[in-house]
């Protein structure tokens, strides 16, 4: 099994700053990549911010500029810092990691989610 904590979210202000974290664990082999989405109410999930296998980073356009992903590799986690926030970033985040585990073969693990609420 793999398991996936987030932790740091909570409800800020408009135009805040805020960090999240989200660490792997279990039997896991190597991560082949790691990131965030995110789900607004009434919304489907999407792609936040990821950080693929050879250190390539991906992000929505709607937070380029503004949030920042990076990894610990010797701790199976990574980071989101969040700058300027903005109503629309309010959502459950989560956190993803596909990871090849002990048993062999992909793994796919998703966290439980961390609430961020951005208000003015």
């Known amino acids: 099994q793999v398991q996936v904590v987030e932790s740091g979210g909570r409800s800020v202000q408009t135009g805040e700053s805020l960090g999240l974290s989200c660490s792997a664990s279990?039997?896991?082999?190597?991560?082949?990549?790691m990131g965030w989405y995110r789900e607004a109410p009434g919304n489907q999930r999407e792609l936040v911010a990821r950080i693929l296998r050879d250190g390539s980073i991906e992000y929505a356009d709607s937070v380029k500029g503004r949030f920042t992903i990076s990894r610990d590799s010797n701790k199976n986690t990574v980071y989101l810092q969040m700058d300027s926030l903005k109503s629309e970033d309010t959502g459950v985040y989560y956190c993803n990691a596909l990871v090849i585990w002990g048993l062999g073969g992909f793994f796919d693990a998703w966290g439980q989610g961390t609430l961020v609420t951005v208000s003015s």
């Open positions: 279990g039997r896991i082999v190597s991560i082949d990549r």
